[in-house]
């Protein structure tokens, strides 16, 4: 194997007592919990934009990243040393998967033609070190936000060949993703939303996303792709309002457009703060509704006011994540993509280290306490008897459809008044809640 990470080992599980800390204390990949291994719980994948091509630069300044090997001044050349060393990182922490954007691991040539060719010439080397390492790909995505044809968005660009370029270019990123055996597909809005609504047709645009999407899938069937789509809210930045802004608000342009059958969430913890939702509730949203996809795993920092995509920690926040998620089955075909950075100040290459250990750390320790608070079911006991009344006979009755307003006035007007409520509690569940951590 290259040796681009010096001095640094294959990570390895060594137990909460370990004080080595380039090893996992939680994260021990083919333990059960509920029956399941760790991995599978998980599906961690790596996020190849902030890991590979992240330079650490902000509104402020330049980028402070070291990294030793990015020596190549031609660009194909360095886009395909990446690739080992993305693939030695994997490697290394026992990663089992990644995420990328086409031009996050090939370079844009002058034309869509070159710009192809290139994205062709790194996916032979991305396929190779799959198939040596069996390593996958756990969702493709394309970049339609950083070019300048695509500063008014691309899917809803008031201009029609920004919408046609973009659709080229999600093909193609769909015929690699699926050629890499790509579990999924993210559409992430990129630019999709406004800034202005004087100057915004916003029925013309949100109707172009949903024609877009529609070409997508039915290219997908095409081809024979059969890995899961999923759209990612986030309420804004770079654009005021973006028209992915929460998970009810994609829920609702999917069914609207008659989409439902074919796309998932994939929920991001640093967009459900921008959005003003916890996590948990963006999870709680999608799952009950049959939405949840993936998540993209990080977190922000409620002093600072933008995406900030930090790795997460705590494990207050991924117990409630996990618990959601075995709420809902699990994530599969999606998983845990650590769409978070290092900070600006941790430039060195150990930091990627130190920051995808944490998260995935932080994910198995949620996972443990979520298990246990679900083998013990006191807090479902306790949510149980809080809506008790409705399992007697009237709660039934309604809840199966057999009333009706007249019916329930006859009821109350032979009750005269309805039975005290009883106390919510609130203290009381998150108390039993923190007897976990
Ligand atoms: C941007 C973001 C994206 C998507 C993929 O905030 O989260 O990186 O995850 O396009
Ligand atoms: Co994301």
Redesign the pocket.
Known sequence: MTDFFQGIGKIRYEGPQSTNMLAFRHYDADALVEGKAMRDHFRFAV?Y??SFRGTGSDPFGPGTMIRPWETESDPLRMALKRVDVAFEFLEKLGCDFY?F?DRDVAPEGATLAESNHLLDVVADRLEEHQKSSGKKLLWG?A?L?SHSRYVHGAATSPNVESFAFAAAQVKKALEVTHRLGGAGY???G?REGYQCLWNTDMKREVDHLAAFMHMAVDYAKEIGFTGQFYF?P?PR?PMKHQYDFDSATCINFLRTYGLEKHVKM?I?T??ATLAGHEMQHELEYSGMQGFLGSI?A?TGDTLVGW?T?QFPTNIYLTTQIMYSILKYGGLAPGGV?F?AKVRRESFEPVDLFHAHIGGMDAFAHGLKIAAAMRADGRLQKLLDERYASWSGPLGKRIESGSESFTSLEKEMLARGESTPCSSGRQELFENVFNTYL
């Open positions: 996020s934009w902030h995420c954007h995505t970049n936000f993210v559409f992430w990129g990612e986030k930045e994939n991001e640093n967009h993209d990080n995406d995509d993509n769409d």
